[in-house]
């Protein structure tokens, strides 16, 4: 049986509205899964080099360590309630919250939030969410979050291919982003709990890289990336970007143009036009970068993103530039991966 993968990603910035109230609810599963443990994760990654260590995930972390190094943490969901989802998530933990990114399969296939004829999918308390608890998967806790509202309940895939895979992209907005020894839930449909992992923190096979302003823009920021042997996880922020914008993938009427609002490591080796290169693909005979980069910016032009890359061997990456595009699709921001 041949299973196709798509790799187009985007982004959603998902923030409890004030206004509204919510009734969150505890679900208990009573059906058993195992989880992995910590040493299974760590050395489920094989490249060789592991010169970067993730910031400490204690309260002892500084301001400035969280502000340039992003948290990792990722989990294996496993089936719960009878069902046949599983797939691979990873965290980053930001100085706004956390972001998220990843593959399920084996949900319901053809869901689409965006359904215009008949009812929307995904459209029940919990319907398609992906949601940190506590408690163990065999006795699922309540969501964990700071404040009164739950901005997990937002946090959701919005569609699902024919097989049933659904790439996962989502930020949420909380000052709760250690979820070490947390768990992940994937809710299904109809709103019950459909997989789940407990979450791990990631220690090695890390890189940050600074991103400068290219052209005296004025942009600048960060990246983390992990690197295993076939996906390249990452996550990054950068600040100076025009405020306010809202791309036209979301609803929005913003970063129409080609690599508008986009993200992407560049087969060349070093910053500058001159030298950058084309997006690179690696091993890939498809554009891997195709929908990678964030999808809004603040009142003050921050922009947060988050992407998973298939790649064959990502150690590629070393060495070579990242680029950020403003919402014409300029460069206007640059860093060398480690």
Known sequence: TTTTETTTTTTTTTTAPTTTTTKMSTTTSTTATSTTDAKTVITETTTSKATAAASTT??????????????????????????????????????????GTGKIFNLEPGLSMERLIGVPDCALENGCTIQVHSGTCENIGAPFHSGEMNPWQWSRYHSTNAQGTANIQFSVSTAKNDIDKKLAVVYSNDGFPAACGKIFPVLTDLEYTTLNPVRNSGA??????????????????????????????????DCKDDDACSVAVRSGDSCGLQHEGAKFFGDEKVDPWTGVGFTSTDENGYAEFVFNVKFRDSLQIRGKPFTVHNSTGSEVACGLVP
Not at 81 to 90: S, Y
Not at 231 to 250: C, D, F, Q, T
């Open 58 to 99: 204690t309260a002892a972390t500084t301001s400035s360590e969280v502000d340039t190094k992003f948290l990792v943490y990722t989990t294996r969901v496993k089936a719960l309630n009878g069902t046949d989802v599983f797939g691979r998530l990873t965290f980053f933990g930001t100085p706004k919250g956390v972001l």
């Open 220 to 253: 600048a920021g960060v990246m983390t990336v992990w690197m295993t042997t076939t996906y390249l996880w990452g996550a990054g922020s950068v600040s100076g970007l025009e405020p306010y914008l809202l791309a036209e993938r979301i609803g929005g009427h």
